[in-house]
T-cell receptor
Framework: DTEVTQTPKHLVMGMTNKKSLKCEQH?????MYWYKQKAKKPPELMFV???????INESVPSRFSPECPNSSLLNLHLHALQPEDSALYLC???????????FGPGTRLTVT | AQSVTQLGSHVSVSEGALVLLRCNYS??????LFWYVQYPNQGLQLLLK??????LVKGINGFEAEFKKSETSFHLTKPSAHMSDAAEYFC??????????????FGGGTRVLVKP
């Protein structure tokens, strides 16, 4: 099973809302990632968790707050977003830090 | 720093014709290389990868890629295009982040259109 699941599939939120994106994998992978993808662009790395610890933060604004409650779950908490934050948010996981990454289907976020 | 260049943001092929997607990379260390496919409104699916060993790599859906160190290339091919191959394709190189983590650097993507 090489499945990464993400919920919700779609999310519309206002600029004052607080929401969370959820990602789950049951492959025993120890690295998990958040990416942001704008239309017609490649994914851009936001955060990397390795063994449930944040190892990379690509200078992401503090209105995005990641959380890794356990080895299977990864959350992205959203607060006070801007319309330009509208994008497809992809989660990925990998066995190790140098292994191939498996992506979830993404959450399509629209900020109004 | 790693970088990936995909030549051609759009490629149009006829059904049954050869698919060739070009990827060149720059890396200061031996790279891990990947091809991913993305269908509309979906996540990325791994097609194939090169780490070490055999330079001709076979992947899913009839795709293969050849690592050529001298040319710093990792071009993707499929002998006969199918309508279902219409999608966006991304080449990526992995940075040896060590304890800091694994960072994928993606090319700009190539959109493949398959004509009947």
């Amino acid at each position: 099973d090489t499945e990464v699941t993400q919920t919700p599939k779609h999310l519309v939120m206002g600029m004052t809302n607080k929401k969370s994106l959820k990602c789950e994998q049951h492959m025993g992978h120890r690295a998990m990632y958040w990416y942001k993808q704008k239309a017609k662009k490649p994914p851009e790395l936001m955060f990397v968790y390795s063994y449930e610890k944040l190892s990379i933060n690509e200078s992401v604004p503090s209105r995005f707050s990641p959380e890794c409650p356990n080895s299977s779950l990864l959350n992205l908490h959203l607060h006070a977003l801007q319309p330009e934050d509208s994008a497809l948010y992809l989660c990925a996981s990998s066995q190790g830090l140098a292994s191939e990454q498996y992506f979830g289907p993404g959450t399509r976020l629209t900020v109004t | 720093a790693q970088s990936v260049t995909q030549l051609g943001s759009h490629v149009s092929v006829s059904e049954g014709a050869l698919v060739l997607l070009r990827c060149n990379y720059s890396s200061s260390v031996p790279p891990y290389l990947f091809w991913y496919v993305q269908y509309p409104n979906q996540g990325l699916q791994l097609l194939l990868k090169y780490t070490t060993g055999a330079t001709l790599v076979k992947g899913i859906n009839g795709f293969e890629a050849e690592f050529k160190k001298s040319e710093t290339s990792f071009h993707l091919t499929k002998p006969s295009a199918h309508m279902s191959d219409a999608a966006e394709y991304f080449c990526a190189v992995s940075d040896w982040g060590g304890a800091a983590g694994n960072k994928l650097t993606f090319g700009g993507g190539t959109r493949v259109l398959v004509k009947p």
